[in-house]
T-cell receptor, first 114, second 110 residues
């Protein structure tokens, strides 16, 4: 099992450009999450999904959109990138609550917006 | 919503000593408290977790304690080793969403 994978690993964008980050998991997890990590601020939840076709907002959703068309994939989109979105983005997944809440993280995507 | 505070932000200990990291949470309904270790440039990895119906949990050199009344939980690492050097994050979960503390950078001096 590959676990949780993310593509790309690193990306540089200019202000106003768009991009999509892909998260994939092969553990048949129901729940998937997108976090951003900034220095000194820990991980903050952007959006999450409790199942295929469902998404919900987390702590810092502004400027991002997500889609979960397939159970194993969770996409994070930036429609018009801003320098404030420079960060490391982590995807995570977990089973549903009654099967355990441990979240497993992907390796991260480092995004630089100029 | 939930808020998690973590202290200290940095901690330096001598190899072999113990390290303690403390967190407080605001929402008394939170019921799951994991701790993650993150090495430089790597992903966060779960090292131990505790549920609200348990007061203490131990796994070899690592232990976590939970005081629900005071809304405190702590990570204890005994006999620290250089490979314990990393950033540690606490988190509190309510309805499967994790709210993280801001992290503690632990340095174990050989």
């Amino acid at each position: 099992n590959a676990g949780v994978t993310q593509t790309p690993k690193f990306r540089v964008l200019k202000t106003g450009q768009s991009m999509t980050l892909l998260c994939a998991q092969d553990m048949n997890h129901e729940y998937m999450y997108w976090y951003r990590q900034d220095p000194g601020m820990g991980l903050r939840l952007i959006h999450y999904s409790v199942g295929e076709g469902t998404t919900a907002k987390g702590e810092v959703p502004d400027g991002y959109n997500v889609s979960r068309l397939k159970k194993q994939n969770f996409l994070l989109g930036l429609e018009s990138a801003a320098p404030s979105q420079t960060s490391v983005y982590f995807c995570a997944s977990s089973y549903s609550r009654d099967r355990g809440e441990t979240q497993y993280f992907g390796p991260g995507t480092r995004l630089l917006v100029l | 919503g939930e808020n998690v505070e973590q202290h200290p932000s940095t901690l330096s200990v001598q190899e072999g000593d113990s390290a303690v990291i403390k967190c407080t949470y605001s929402d008394s309904a939170s019921n799951y408290f994991p701790w993650y270790k993150q090495e430089l440039g790597k992903r966060p990895q779960l090292i131990i977790d505790i549920r609200s119906n348990v007061g203490e949990k131990k796994d070899q050199r690592i232990a976590v304690t939970l005081n629900k009344t005071a809304k405190h939980f702590s990570l204890h690492i005994t006999e620290t080793q250089p490979e314990d050097s990393a950033v540690y994050f606490c988190a509190a979960s309510l309805s499967y969403k994790l709210i993280f503390g801001s992290g503690t950078r632990l340095l174990v001096r050989p």
